[in-house]
């Protein structure tokens, strides 16, 4: 079944619209994204419509999250394919504002959630969840959504955002999706598309790795130190891939632990050239 999503680009006609809805009671679902959406998006899309009656599906490639090494103009972009797609999965609305709409030229207020962007990805890229926070505090002031719809292979940028939620008392629900995967396990990305045959080829060494540190603490291991062993065994196994991090944290706070207690997120990113790919599981000891 296919459907339909009204494009607005402009913060007056989203605001308009949105309006109207909240007015004849309606709920909004709101799901942010940098376009180039794939299974994992859609999955957030369907979610939303499940449960909102108004769903809005943001589209802009935000200039503020990307370090100075990393190729904003390379990022993909193809506003009628997006629209298209976000349509059949259950969007209303789409709203994919022009960077000049989203920051003045003279843009001078950041929002920053310290402590929980130090480590994983945020220590090898520097500003970036900077970036993210004020871009999504911006959507929400913009659309008010009731509720908000991330995916958990981002655990870092969901941890980050539901602490910037909680700490800006902010009227939004947070709604955690399960990571969608292809058949052989690789964690469903925009950059996945980047891989060569032989890299892609590789690239599900990231799970299998995450799956076997599962399968250990199943067993009953708890030693950080020896399931980070294993993890890189496994990688190991895609030598084309270079090891970002290994890291096993509190799935609450993100703090690094020695040995494995309650609910823990185990992490990793490996990059294959210059497509990086992150990628987790959660875990109970």
């Given at each position: ?23 004849r ?35 802009f ?13 390379k ?24 960077v ?26 520097p500003g ?10 911006k ?5 008010q ?17 539901k ?8 009227r ?26 032989a ?26 130190a ?12 895609a ?6 991090y ?5 799935a609450d706070?993100?703090?690094?632990v020695?040995?494995m ?10 990059s ?14």
């Open positions: 079944m296919s459907g339909s999503s009204v494009c607005l680009p402009t913060i007056s006609e989203i605001r308009a619209a949105l309006d109207e809805a909240r007015g009671g309606r709920r909004v679902g709101m799901v942010p994204t940098m376009g180039a959406l794939h299974e994992g998006h859609l999955s957030l899309i369907r979610a939303a419509r499940v449960e909102d009656q108004v769903v809005v599906v943001s589209i490639v935000n200039p503020t999250q990307f370090g100075p090494s990393e190729d904003l103009a990022y993909p972009r193809d506003l009628a394919r997006d629209c298209r797609l976000a349509g059949d999965a259950g969007a209303d609305l789409v709203f994919n504002p022009s000049s709409e989203m920051y003045a030229e003279d843009h001078a207020t950041w929002v920053e959630v310290e402590g929980l962007t130090d480590g994983l990805c945020g220590r090898t890229r970036h969840f900077r970036g993210v926070c004020t871009v999504v505090a959507l929400f002031a913009i659309c959504p009731d509720r908000a719809y991330f995916g958990e292979k981002d655990a870092q940028q969901l941890a980050v955002i602490r910037m939620v909680r700490d800006l008392n902010m939004v629900e947070i709604v955690p999706c399960s990571t969608i995967r292809e058949p052989d396990g690789l964690a469903v990305s925009s950059r996945n598309v980047r891989l060569k045959p890299q892609r080829e590789q690239a599900p060494a990231l799970y299998r790795a995450l799956t076997a540190a599962q399968a250990a603490v199943a067993a009953g291991e708890t030693d950080v020896a399931i980070d062993s294993l993890i890189r065994t496994v990688l190991a196994q030598p084309l891939g270079e090891v970002d290994v890291e096993v944290v509190r706070d993100l703090k690094p020695t040995t207690a309650g609910e823990c997120l185990i992490a990793l990113a490996v294959f050239g210059d497509v990086r790919l992150i990628d987790n599981l959660r875990v109970k000891a």
